[in-house]
């Protein structure tokens, strides 16, 4: 079964992707930030909506590093990763090592442009690599539940409801992110600063998560083990039903309600924005109760070899042999 790093790796390299995701389309389609001689001398003297995309990007590429260091840790030796990527094959944990490479690489970037005043960094380049982002941030985003399938052989996880579960989890968490680092800079300099639209997409996305869930259930490979989910120890329970279901979807959904009619009334955005605040740290809560309550599903299934598959095995320099 997995272990606790891959499930740490699972949350903080989605949580990160959909952070770094967000602040890339945030800058393209809202912010239009100005960058190289245009750009303002230290960040301090940004504007709002700049400061909460920069705290967004930096918090999404610290999470990306330290899902990085999970799955190092994992792995248990150094020259795995190293001959992983001296010789490349067509799996998953080929991509998704290439992929949070890459994304790692470019969220750096990102973040030091805003946190750094480098006047000869053109802006034309900026939009390019946050596009580049955009796509690696969906691809390990997609990955992460892409690796249940890699590494384990438990029919339960061969569903493409997973993978699908944790993009829109992923998205959500990205998005928490954003709102978190936009409430307490905001609330630093006294000011928010926060396009609605971010309130319509994670209601949208978590209202998708919960249909995504019911589908999961129902799905036949599944269903049986869903079971124990509803009728296990106080430990499942707490965090599958207390902390995906109810924090991950039920209670962000009323907050975000709640902020988005406080917000068309005068004086009463401050009340807004902290149910933003309490709505987005719980989405974040609930994205990690949902990695360890879908492998925890796995873990109460019966574990069987897909017959139509064989997994490739990989020789290192040691002659040791181990799954891709």
């Known amino acids: 079964m997995l272990s606790s790093l891959s499930i740490a790796y699972l949350f903080l390299g989605g949580t990160g992707a959909g952070a770094v995701l967000v602040a890339c389309l945030l800058d393209m389609l809202w912010a239009h930030e100005s960058f190289g001689a245009a750009a303002p001398c230290s960040l301090g003297a940004s504007s709002l909506q700049h400061r909460a995309i920069a705290f967004t990007c930096a918090a999404g590429t610290l999470c990306l590093i330290a899902g990085s260091l999970c799955l190092l840790f994992d792995l248990g030796r150094l020259d795995r990763a190293i001959f992983l990527i001296q010789n490349p094959s067509l799996t998953y944990l080929t991509f998704g ?99 609605r639209i971010l309130i319509f997409a994670d209601a949208a996305i978590v209202s998708g998560e919960f249909v995504a869930t019911v589908l999961y259930g129902l799905f036949p490979p599944v269903g049986a083990s869903f079971a124990s989910l509803a009728t296990g120890d106080a430990l499942v329970l707490l965090l599958w039903w207390l902390g995906f279901v109810f924090c991950g979807i039920a209670a962000p959904l009323v907050l975000e309600t709640i902020a988005h009619k406080r917000l068309s009334l005068p004086n009463r955005s401050g009340q807004a924005f902290a149910c933003l605040a309490i709505a987005s740290v719980l989405v974040l809560v609930g994205g990690a109760c949902l990695r360890v309550g879908v492998v925890n599903v796995g873990s109460h299934a019966k574990m069987e070899l897909r017959a139509s598959i064989e997994r490739p095995v990989q020789t290192d320099d040691t002659g040791e042999e181990w799954l891709l």
């Open 97 to 195: 090592a290439v992929a949070l490479g890459l994304l790692i690489a470019c969220a750096a970037f990102l973040t030091l442009v805003r946190f750094v005043y480098v006047p000869i960094i053109p802006g034309v380049l900026v939009v390019v690599i946050e596009s580049l982002a955009c796509v690696l941030s969906l691809g390990v985003m997609l990955y992460t539940g892409l690796l249940l399938d890699s590494l384990g052989s438990v029919s339960v996880w061969n569903t493409p409801l997973v993978p699908m579960l944790f993009l829109l989890s992923s998205a959500s968490c990205g998005i928490a992110v954003a709102l978190v680092c936009a409430f307490f800079d905001g609330h630093a300099v006294g000011g928010f600063a926060v396009p």
